[in-house]
């Protein structure tokens, strides 16, 4: 029978190292103290009151809400976020990192939205992210040629946005963005419903 010498010793003391460093102490009696300098994301949530996945920014509907716009920390595996007229529909993917995003509506009367997130370097995406557009108060006549238009502040102009779409079974406009500005519907080159 062949000895299986210092070769098979490292491997193995390797693989029990990594065990251990997958696994933990962090549910045993043994558990350290942490002094808050150094918390894991489960402790952070139960000193802070929320859940890991919201400090992981794993979606579960959460987020702040006022009459014109809503806050929510969104994560790897997307999500939607809505207020009044509008809402955004992350897909998984198309953020590399958790982001907080904030769609606002300044007034609800008009078609223009706000779109914003933060870390700023979250503001590329990896996969388009949709802004669809409830279009139930426009005008019909409008609807059919309605889009959605990007505000370029370099030019001082709205742009239309390149794939905007009309249902005109769910009285929608969207379109794909790769990244948020301010947007609105536009129909005939003006905003308006």
Same mark, same amino acid.
């Given at each position: 029978m062949?000895?299986?010498g210092?070769? !098979?010793a &490292?491997?193995?003391?390797? #693989?029990?190292?990594?065990? &251990?460093a997958?696994?933990g102490c /962090?549910?045993l009696?043994?558990? *350290?103290?942490l002094?808050?300098s #150094?918390?894991?994301a489960?402790d952070?949530?139960?000193s802070t009151g929320?859940a890991?996945?919201?400090? &992981?920014?794993?979606?579960?509907g959460g987020?702040s809400?006022s009459?014109?716009?809503t806050?929510?920390?969104i994560?790897?595996l997307?999500?939607?976020? /809505?207020v009044?007229? !509008?809402? +955004?529909?992350?897909?998984?993917?198309?953020?590399?990192?958790?982001?907080?995003?904030?769609?606002?509506q300044?007034?609800?009367a008009?078609p223009? +939205?706000n779109?914003?997130?933060?870390?700023?370097s979250?503001?590329?995406f &990896?996969l388009?992210?949709?802004l669809v557009a409830?279009?139930k *108060?426009?005008n019909?006549s409008l609807l #059919?040629i309605?889009?959605?238009?990007?505000?370029?502040?370099?030019?001082?102009?709205?742009?239309?946005?390149?794939g905007s779409?009309i249902s005109?079974?769910?009285l929608?406009? /969207?379109?794909?963005?790769?990244? !948020? /500005?301010?947007?609105r519907v536009q129909?005939g080159?003006?905003?308006?419903?």
């Amino acid at each position: 029978m062949k000895s299986r010498g210092p070769r !098979f010793a &490292l491997t193995l003391a390797l #693989s029990m190292a990594v065990l &251990l460093a997958v696994a933990g102490c /962090s549910d045993l009696p043994t558990k *350290p103290v942490l002094d808050g300098s #150094s918390a894991t994301a489960t402790d952070t949530a139960t000193s802070t009151g929320a859940a890991p996945a919201e400090i &992981l920014g794993i979606d579960l509907g959460g987020g702040s809400t006022s009459t014109n716009s809503t806050t929510k920390v969104i994560g790897l595996l997307g999500g939607t976020v /809505s207020v009044g007229n !509008f809402t +955004v529909v992350v897909p998984a993917g198309a953020l590399l990192l958790p982001a907080t995003i904030t769609v606002a509506q300044p007034d609800l009367a008009h078609p223009i +939205v706000n779109l914003s997130i933060s870390p700023a370097s979250a503001n590329r995406f &990896l996969l388009p992210v949709l802004l669809v557009a409830d279009a139930k *108060p426009m005008n019909t006549s409008l609807l #059919s040629i309605a889009t959605i238009g990007y505000y370029n502040p370099a030019t001082g102009k709205w742009e239309t946005v390149a794939g905007s779409e009309i249902s005109l079974l769910d009285l929608t406009v /969207s379109a794909p963005l790769w990244h !948020f /500005s301010t947007y609105r519907v536009q129909g005939g080159g003006k905003a308006g419903w």
